[in-house]
Nanobody, 119 residues
């Protein structure tokens, strides 16, 4: 079982910045991908950014150039630096970690952290 603890959400004005952190613990296996998803009011959960253990990254088009995902493998921690925030970035942000065990993917989720961007 993997536990994910997120921190760093809050209220910020448009154009501002926030940094989210997510620490993973409890895994007996190496964590492959870690990432951030978000779910805005009345919307489905969507991928924001993901990073593999090798450092490869992928971003949603809506956040490219504004958000940066990074990872500290030694600490099993993933970060999301969010700059130039917009009101449409308002959502609950969820951390995710994926393990591969015997070719099967196991995905774990954090409890979510609220990000609110005021106009």
């Amino acid at each position: 079982q993997v536990q994910l603890v997120e921190s760093g959400g809050g209220l910020v004005q448009a154009g501002g910045s926030l940094r989210l952190s997510c620490a993973a613990s409890g895994s007996r296996f190496s964590i492959n991908a870690m990432g951030w998803y978000r779910q805005g009011p009345g919307k489905q959960r969507e991928l924001v950014a993901v990073i593999t253990s090798g450092g490869s990254t992928n971003y949603a088009d809506s956040v490219k150039g504004r958000f940066t995902i990074s990872r500290d493998n030694a600490k099993n921690t993933v970060y999301l630096q969010m700059n130039s925030l917009k009101p449409e970035d308002t959502a609950v942000y969820y951390c995710s970690a994926t393990l591969v065990v015997n070719t099967i993917d196991y995905q774990y989720w954090g409890q979510g952290t609220q990000v609110t961007v005021s106009s």
